[in-house]
Nanobody, 114 residues
Framework: QVQLVESGGGLVQAGGSLRLSCTAS????????MGWYRQGPGKQREWVAD???????RYVDSVKGRFTISRDNAKNTVYLQMNSLKPEDTAVYYC????????WGQGTQVTVSS
């Protein structure tokens, strides 16, 4: 049973930065493409970014140039560095495998004030 634990969220002013972490226990983490997703108030969950086992990255257009996804396979952890945050980035952020997804974790709340 894989468990995903997200952390690092918080309240930040517009223009600020946060670094999210997600640790996956009990999985062959290094062989999986991992992604970050978010669900804003009253919205559906959306894909934000992902990273392949070899380090290739992709981003949704709205965060390109501001967010950076990375991974540390030795720690079974994927990160999301978020800079120049905007109020519209306010959401609960989740990580998961890109395909054949695991049970979702509790997520971590990011609130950006204007």
């Amino acid at each position: 049973q894989v468990q995903l634990v997200e952390s690092g969220g918080g309240l930040v002013q517009a223009g600020g930065s946060l670094r999210l972490s997600c640790t996956a226990s009990g999985s062959t983490f290094s062989s999986n493409a991992m992604g970050w997703y978010r669900q804003g108030p009253g919205k559906q969950r959306e894909w934000v970014a992902d990273i392949s086992p070899f380090g290739g990255t992709r981003y949704v257009d709205s965060v390109k140039g501001r967010f950076t996804i990375s991974r540390d396979n030795a720690k079974n952890t994927v990160y999301l560095q978020m800079n120049s945050l905007k109020p519209e980035d306010t959401a609960v952020y989740y990580c998961n495998r890109i395909s054949h997804q695991y049970t979702w974790g509790q997520g971590t709340q990011v609130t950006v004030s204007s």
